[in-house]
């Protein structure tokens, strides 16, 4: 109704609206974590946009609707305005505060029964074992309401338990911490991208899946590894004794960074809403 009164030219929404009897064009923005399954056209009258954050989402759509005539469009992000390169002093007081003062991981994963959580945990007790070093793992992610008992029982049994943190990304300040880690683990699928551009941002190596990128072009800019322990502690294992490699990393991140700006999506945001 509020529509209707007001008879915009175009309508903006995340959801996308059905359409009252006089005629506007919509641009609906479907971020990663929409259920493309649920997607319903009749809300999406022509000549919409759809903007996404990936090529792969834009397929995904695609195949959901089962149209090929959808106008979906792609508008990647940028690493986020407060995350920067962390001198000698702030990495000290991160590390102080959550790590007892040592060099830690930080991994990106949610936790639920279903997620593989503890392969994360898993690859970590490997790395532990070979390294023998007082290295910490620090765990970004929210825990599923109905897992938490569960999750502190496993915790307990677990035999590195003191140098994993769970921390919650509504509590803490990530973008403050990400700069000092070691190395960072993106262990979901990501269709933003925004964990790996902060990464590259704050020149910290990354080691995530090669598959579901955001971006294609950045696969040889990490370092690939589901998350399945054998893989993954391979790879903590290279970034950690092989310097060549990690300098190589955070070069490359330095270089593929420069893509991806946010006067540069608000630009090609400006021409989705022209071309509308």
């Known amino acids: 109704m509020v529509l209707e009164r007001l008879k915009p030219d175009v309508f903006v929404t995340v959801i996308g609206a059905n359409r009252p009897s006089s005629s ?8 990663e974590n929409f259920d493309v399954s649920k997607i319903d056209t009749s809300r999406f009258p022509s000549p919409s946009i759809i903007i996404t954050t990936s090529a792969q989402l834009k ?16 508008v990647h992000p940028a690493p986020a305005e407060d995350v920067s390169l962390a001198d000698w002093s702030e990495k000290l007081a991160v590390k102080e505060k959550y790590s007892d003062g040592r060099e830690f991981f930080l991994c990106f994963k949610s936790i639920s029964r279903s997620s593989q959580w503890e392969e994360i945990l898993k690859a970590f007790s490997i790395f532990k074992k070979w390294q023998q070093s007082s290295f910490k793992l ?22 590195y338990r003191t140098d994993v943190t769970l921390l919650d990304p509504s509590v803490e300040d990530i973008n403050r911490i990400l700069p000092t880690a070691f190395g960072i683990i993106c262990g979901d699928k990501d269709y933003t991208g925004i964990n790996m551009l902060n990464a590259f941002h704050a020149e910290v190596p990354v080691i995530s ?3 579901d990128l955001f971006d294609e072009e950045l696969s040889g800019v990490f370092l690939p590894a589901i998350a399945l322990a054998d893989e993954l502690s391979r790879q903590l294992i290279n970034l950690y004794r092989d310097e060549r490699l990690r300098d190589t990393l955070i070069e490359k991140g330095r270089e593929k960074i420069k893509q991806f700006s946010w006067v540069q999506t608000v630009n090609r ?3 989705l809403l022209f071309d509308v």
Do not use: C, M
């Open 209 to 211: 899946s090669p598959n």
């Open 138 to 159: 620090l765990l970004v992610g929210h825990v599923a309401p109905d897992f938490r008992n569960e999750l502190e029982g496993k915790l307990a049994s677990y035999k």
């Open 24 to 31: 506007f064009k919509q641009i609906i923005f479907l971020r």
């Open 269 to 271: 945001w400006a021409e």
């Open 59 to 74: 397929n995904q759509i695609h195949n959901a609707t089962k149209s090929s005539s959808l106008n979906v469009q792609v």
